[in-house]
């Protein structure tokens, strides 16, 4: 009987790439996933899809607020939780009740059944959002935390929650923050899948702001590497940075997406986004020192295989392509 293990998420970018590194271990997987509709669900199915021939693998379609979690953790010895509301853009005015429910309500809700049971580790998917706009470069998991956008707010507010739930009752958490990850099934309102999209069907590139905002991009497997080496962490930090190990500006990365492109790329520069932060850059010197983390894939090798799997992706799913977003 293979070790059993909860993804919560598990049919998002991140949530389907360690899934499938966990079966590939051979531990039993209970994914969980009530498919937003905040993208196309057709492309959170086609995640899932593979996952779905393991015996190894069970779904459940259902909200963390409306499942019976208590017997959902039954004999679960390790959880990852991924599930939240996506998104700085659109976490402002009427949407940011969609925030509250999916990132803090749901995030309270399995920490308290969580607590009740055997749980070896619980691994909590944070943001470098919870830090906001600094000067202060690279982060350290010591730096204030000023989210500037809803969402931050609402992981920021999350990732205490866990953490209270780990001083006051024991629950094993450790809590990763990640830094703007990319590759493939990154989600279409993420930039360089919106990027590669426009390109490939011929329009220009909307980038928001003037390209000179920097950003620490971080490869999808990497971050899957740290979630795997926090699950068996026996130390005692508690929140640990998970970026790619440099920063560069977005002109930049759209000079090297450009060099992976069939053809020429057309940029388009409108207004900064409300929320978005001018720059991020982890401190990743307390993840290398305790969990062993190092990653592996440069931002130029990871656009190549981004913009590989888009393509495959339209071909897959050709009417979301002719539709847009």
Known sequence: MPQKVLVTGAAGFIGSHLCESLLARSFGVVGVDCFTSNYDVRI???????????????????SLNDVDLDGLLADVDCIFHLAAQ????????????DYVDCNIRATHKLCESARKQDIRRFVFASSSSVYGNTAQLPMSELHPT????????????????????????GLPVVA???????????????????????????????????????????FVSDVVDA????????????????????R????????????????????????????????????????????GYSPQTSIDEGLA???????????RLKSYYREGF
């Not at 959170?44 to 259902?62: G, I, N, P, T």
């Not at 996506?86 to 976490?91: I, K, T």
């Not at 979630?227 to 440099?246: C, H, Q, R, T, V």
Request: include cysteine; proline fraction near 4%.
């Open 44 to 62: 959170k199915r086609e995640h899932v899809r593979h996952l779905q021939e393991s015996k190894d693998f069970s779904l459940v379609e259902a």
């Open 86 to 97: 996506p998104g700085v853009r659109q976490s402002w005015h009427e949407r940011f009740d």
């Open 146 to 169: 000023h989210p500037v956008s809803p969402y931050g707010v609402t992981k920021l507010c999350s990732e205490d929650l866990c953490l209270l739930f780990s001083r006051n009752f």
């Open 176 to 218: 990763l923050r990640f830094f703007t990850v990319f590759g493939p099934r990154q989600r279409p309102d993420m930039a360089f899948h919106r990027f590669i999209k426009s390109a490939l069907e011929g329009r220009s590139i909307s980038v928001f702001g003037t390209g000179a905002q920097t950003r620490d991009f971080t």
């Open 227 to 246: 979630i795997l080496l926090a699950m068996d962490y026996s130390g005692s930090e508690s929140i640990f940075n998970i970026g790619g190990g440099k």
């Open 248 to 291: 560069i500006t977005l002109n930049s990365a759209l000079d090297l997406l450009a060099e992976v492109l069939p053809h020429e790329v057309d940029v388009r520069y409108e207004e900064p986004a409300i929320g978005d932060v001018t720059h991020t850059y982890a401190d990743i010197g307390l993840a290398r020192r305790e969990l």
């Open 305 to 315: 295989r981004e913009v590989e799997w888009v393509q495959t992706l339209r071909k």
